[in-house]
């Protein structure tokens, strides 16, 4: 039986049961035995295909089998309650999910061991299944538990400590939206830069996953730095340019725009409209937008409009000549003043970047709902 964890790529092997099954049917437990080796290939054969779905009933009767075939000191249980948990991860039941994989945790507990190197992952993938947005604590403790592990087996500056607590913060970014994920980022991007070099692309990716953090605290300029080094190790003139490339690009747009360096957003808004095939009729996005302001008249009266915009990109992804053709007039010069900050990736053709007219946008003022 083999359990996968999904949030680091770990993978836990528990031992193949069919030796243990043929000793049980023996004792006449012939059905169940069958019934299980069922259960557990069509959860293979599905999960293996992505269906979660038609897999999570599966491995639900796979587990419980098991555990009643196996007992809970054998180690194929706890493992079979791994699988079932992750796929109930899959398919969206996250009560469910917690349930069961708390109940992994103390049956790996059981097996090897509470200090055992097996609880890692499963504590990990716990940790993840219980996160809440901007409430961490709980996502942290089994962090923090498995991460107080991984110290004692692979030690502080390993590769495997360092790639967990990357995973830890991305995580808490991700799912909490909580700053405490810097905490677990800038460890984790110090570790792996020494254990591996600023080269290396899981370095890059752990200065990437901090930019972003840095960027959704306003400190644009340490996220500056970040990202600049993220991008050293993405960009490769010997392969494709990946998706990651793009999106550090666009981040320094970002980052850029909202320092006032415009000139410096101009190259990499230039690199994403290198990779990017685009047609003339095809919806045409900004990389940076910064809203308008709402018109302090119309925000007294609670008025409500929109205004349609037209306007040329130029070669350097910079809005030229706006102009309104449509809406509401009290929202027009909120409107011009908005799109001329907006910046976007130029076309290319033949390898030069240049100008797009008669580009459109819809910028619509409404009050939230209370």
């Not at 069509?42 to 009767?61: F, L, V």
């Not at 699988?83 to 996250?94: A, F, H, P, R, S």
């Not at 290198?274 to 302001?293: A, C, G, N, V």
Request: net charge negative.
């Amino acid at each position: 039986v083999t359990a996968t964890n999904r949030v680091s790529g770990w993978r836990v092997t528990a031992g193949i049961a069919l030796g243990f099954i043929s000793s049980i049917a023996l004792a006449g437990d012939a059905d169940e035995a069958s019934a299980f080796k069922a259960a557990y290939a069509a959860y293979q054969e599905y999960e293996a295909s992505g269906d979660y779905e038609r897999a999570m009933p599966e491995a639900k009767t796979a587990y419980e089998l098991g555990r009643r075939l196996f007992g809970e000191e054998h180690k194929n249980t706890p493992a079979l309650a791994y699988n079932y948990g992750l796929t109930l991860v899959e398919v969206g039941l996250e009560s469910e999910s917690r349930k069961i994989l708390r109940q992994a945790v103390d049956l790996y507990a059981s097996v090897y061991g509470r200090d055992s190197a097996e609880l890692i992952p499963v504590l990990m993938d716990l940790g993840t299944a219980t996160a809440k947005a901007l409430r961490p604590e709980k996502q942290k403790s089994h962090y923090n538990r498995a991460l107080k592990l991984a110290r004692k087996h692979y030690g502080r500056e390993s590769i495997r400590y360092g790639r967990l607590l990357l995973d830890a913060g991305v995580e808490i970014l991700n799912k909490a939206q909580s700053p405490a994920a810097k905490k677990y980022l800038k460890e984790a991007y110090e570790i792996l830069s020494n254990a591996l070099g600023d080269e290396d692309p899981t370095t890059g990716y752990a200065a990437f996953q901090l930019a972003r953090l840095e960027v959704a605290t306003k400190r644009y300029a340490e996220a500056e730095g970040h990202l600049l080094s993220a991008l050293r190790t993405f960009e490769d003139p010997d392969r494709p340019s990946s998706y990651i490339e793009m999106s550090t690009h666009a981040w320094l747009v970002s980052v850029y725009e909202e320092l006032g360096e415009s000139e410096k957003s101009t190259a990499h808004c230039q690199a994403i409209g290198r990779m990017t095939s685009m047609t003339e009729d095809q919806e045409y996005l900004p990389l940076f937008r910064r809203s308008p302001k709402y018109p302090l008249s119309a925000r007294r009266t609670g008025k409500e409009g929109y205004v349609d915009v037209r306007f040329t990109v130029d070669h350097e992804g910079i809005v030229r000549d706006p102009e309104v053709i449509h809406g509401h007039g009290i929202f027009t010069n909120a409107s011009l003043e908005a799109v001329k900050t907006w910046r976007y990736a130029p076309r290319f053709v033949d390898g030069q970047p240049v100008s797009t007219p008669n580009v459109l946008t819809r910028l619509t003022f409404t009050f939230a709902d209370p």
